[in-house]
């Protein structure tokens, strides 16, 4: 099993920026998609930004240009810098690491983006 440890959540004004990172220990695969996801009150959870174990990137519409994901494979970790970050922003972001069927979620952390 693969266990996600998630920091770097808080609460911001508009405009700020924040990192979120997030560590994958247990039994990883070299092959392997990681991202964040996230969930508003009262919506799904959404795609915000996944990377490959190769580098290949994926952004939801609404955070592209804004948001950055990235990562180090020797660690095993996942970063989101978020900058000019609105309060629609604003909700519990998961990590996500997959491989092949294989799926696991982080705790989640709270981002909130004040007016």
């Known amino acids: 099993q693969v266990q996600l440890v998630e920091s770097g959540g808080g609460l911001v004004q508009a405009g700020g920026s924040l990192r979120l990172s997030c560590t994958a220990s247990?039994?990883?695969?070299?092959?392997?998609?990681m991202g964040w996801y996230r969930q508003a009150p009262a919506k799904q959870r959404e795609l915000v930004a996944a990377?490959?174990?190769?580098?290949?990137?994926n952004y939801a519409d609404s955070v592209k240009g804004r948001f950055a994901i990235s990562r180090d494979n020797a660690k095993n970790t996942v970063y989101l810098q978020m900058n000019s970050l609105k309060p629609e922003d604003t909700a519990v972001y998961y990590c996500?690491?997959?491989?092949?069927?294989?799926?696991?979620w982080g705790q989640g952390t709270q981002v909130t983006v004040s007016s």
């Open positions: 247990g039994s990883t695969f070299s092959i392997n998609t």
């Open positions: 990377i490959s174990s190769i580098g290949v990137t």
């Open positions: 996500n690491y997959r491989s092949g069927s294989y799926s696991a």
